[in-house]
């Protein structure tokens, strides 16, 4: 699948310039309208033959969501997907950013052994079962969960791990299963000693977890600049949902080393099985689903209380995009 491509494109540097927005990101399927974003307006730029004036995107792999925090607290970047639940608390506590786009829809799945007894839900009560955080919206998937079988969070024991570690954690029985974004599902499985025992796709379709987060400083200083980065993020997603091999196409680009670095057969396994097991289509922003998000995280205890949507959103981008076309 990489020979397909230009080398140029599969790396997404070398055109510095005062245009350039560094964009924080983890390797995680979630994120993955960031690199084909990333690799479009690269590839929009070097066709450009006007010499009009270009922005460029460059990723910045974080290796999770607490150095993001940080990094975009500080101003050490201006621009990164972000759990939308974490943007709500920060936004709250005066920290000047908004959320200006969605980076995509479903992903999240909870992972059993293959050779666990486990095929309802209501058999983990008393089990281990890993999340990456309390401010992950996978808790909330799982909490979810608990909600629809007349379960608590008390009625299991919560084990908070990074991702990565997950698939190796349930390999050796260390937690009998565990609620992440995808590939850390796909790895498992794909491995032969994990399956599926739910999916967001089938359980939440509306779920948001990972959301276009910018400074307000980027906002007032350079609003064409933020337009142009929300038009490629939906153009990404418009382009990844419309055939498979534009699919195939991210895979080769997601898995280089300037962006996952990871093993493309398991991306490529996370594109194909099932094929919606990650959506990027939708990212219309919608209030009544992220106000349904703030009261699961209110009632888990991780956002004290209601916080206005205008704190944390800027729906003006939205309003006013232009899905960019994805030529790659």
């Given at each position: 699948m990489a020979a397909a491509l230009p080398a140029s494109l599969l790396s997404c540097g070398g055109q510095k310039g005062p245009g350039t927005l560094l964009v924080g990101g983890l390797p995680v399927t979630c994120n993955l309208t960031l690199p084909v974003a990333c690799v479009a307006r690269a590839a929009a730029n070097s066709a450009d033959k006007a010499g009009r004036p270009q922005f460029l995107y460059e990723y910045s792999k974080y290796?999770?969501?607490?150095?993001?925090?940080?990094?975009?607290?500080?101003g050490r970047i201006?621009?990164?997907?972000?759990?939308?639940?974490?943007v709500m608390d920060l936004a709250d506590r005066k920290i000047p950013i908004k959320i200006v786009s969605l980076g995509h829809r479903s992903g999240a799945v909870i992972m059993v052994r293959s050779d666990s007894p486990y095929e309802h839900f209501k058999q983990l009560a008393g089990k281990r079962i890993a999340i990456p955080s309390r401010f992950a919206v996978d808790y909330l998937f799982l909490r979810k969960m608990l909600a629809r079988e007349d379960m608590t969070p008390q009625d299991i024991?919560?084990?908070e791990m990074a991702p990565p570690d997950m698939p190796a954690a349930l390999y050796a029985k260390a937690v009998d299963a565990y609620c992440t974004g995808e590939p850390f599902g796909?790895?498992?499985?794909?491995?032969?000693y994990a399956r599926v025992l739910r999916m967001?796709?089938?359980?939440?379709?509306?779920?948001?977890?990972?959301?276009?987060?910018?400074?307000?400083?980027?906002?007032?200083?350079?609003r064409p600049l933020v337009q142009d980065l929300v038009n490629h993020v939906l153009g990404a997603g418009v382009?990844?949902?419309?055939?498979?091999?534009?699919?195939n196409k991210a895979v080769a680009i997601a898995a280089g080393k300037k962006f996952f670095n990871q093993d493309p057969n398991i991306i490529q396994f996370v594109m194909e099985n099932p094929t919606d097991r990650v959506t990027y289509g939708d990212l219309r922003m919608i209030r009544p689903e992220f106000e349904e998000l703030m009261q699961l995280s209110i009632e888990a205890g991780t956002i004290k209380h209601p916080v206005a949507y205008d704190t944390y959103m800027d729906e003006s981008f939205a309003r006013a995009a232009k899905p960019a076309v994805i030529s790659l």
């Open positions: 290796s999770g969501w607490p150095e993001i925090k940080e990094s975009l607290m500080a201006q621009a990164a997907y972000m759990l939308a639940p974490l024991q919560i084990v796909a790895a498992a499985q794909r491995a032969g967001t796709r089938d359980e939440w379709r509306n779920y948001i977890c990972c959301v276009l987060t910018v400074r307000e400083e980027l906002i007032q200083q350079n382009w990844l949902d419309a055939e498979q091999q534009n699919r």
